[in-house]
């Protein structure tokens, strides 16, 4: 961003380029070819540290099986004329969802089990005394 005097946004953008040229960066950054280039390879080491962050948080998760697919994908949630995107593959995206869900009920399930049951009143049913931010802890 220093280098090239864009935010973020801009930098964003030409992240998310698919074909993105030294050429591209100095155009955006009306800077000469020679810092363009620097900048070029400078999104390029951005894309690399994108996949190893998201590597690291699936590893995190243990589950080094699930292959990420980075590449440029086309992203349906985003708007028709701005959908390509350099991200994991849809099937990972709805992969981890998935596994995030089952990860949310099963300690949903777990806080459930271990929370303090409140007395009841006039003949009802007991409460489970779980707050919303327990489920995410």
Same mark, same amino acid.
């Given at each position: 961003?220093?280098? +090239?005097?864009?935010?973020?946004?801009?930098?964003?953008?030409?992240?998310?380029?698919?074909?993105?040229? /030294?050429?591209?960066?100095?155009?955006?950054?009306?800077?000469?070819? #020679?810092?363009?280039?620097?900048?070029?390879?400078?999104?390029?080491?951005?894309?690399?540290?994108?996949?190893?962050?998201?590597?690291?948080?699936?590893?995190?998760?243990?589950? /080094?099986?699930?292959?990420?697919?980075?590449?440029?994908?086309?992203? #349906?949630?985003?708007?028709?004329?701005?959908?390509?995107?350099?991200?994991?593959?849809?099937?990972?995206?709805? #992969?981890?969802?998935?596994? +995030?869900?089952?990860?949310?009920?099963?300690?949903?399930?777990?806080?459930?089990?271990?929370?303090?049951?409140?007395?009841?009143?006039?003949?009802?049913?007991?409460?489970?005394?779980? /707050?919303?931010?327990? +489920?995410?802890?």
């Amino acid at each position: 961003m220093r280098q +090239l005097w864009l935010g973020l946004t801009d930098i964003y953008n030409l992240f998310h380029t698919h074909d993105l040229t /030294s050429a591209q960066v100095a155009k955006v950054s009306k800077k000469s070819l #020679e810092e363009a280039e620097a900048g070029y390879r400078g999104i390029l080491e951005l894309r690399r540290l994108h996949r190893q962050l998201d590597e690291a948080i699936r590893d995190a998760y243990g589950w /080094s099986d699930l292959d990420l697919g980075h590449d440029f994908h086309e992203v #349906e949630t985003l708007p028709e004329n701005d959908r390509v995107r350099y991200t994991i593959s849809p099937a990972a995206r709805k #992969e981890i969802l998935k596994r +995030l869900l089952q990860l949310n009920h099963q300690r949903a399930a777990a806080q459930v089990a271990t929370a303090p049951v409140k007395a009841s009143k006039r003949g009802r049913k007991p409460k489970i005394d779980v /707050s919303l931010g327990d +489920l995410f802890a």
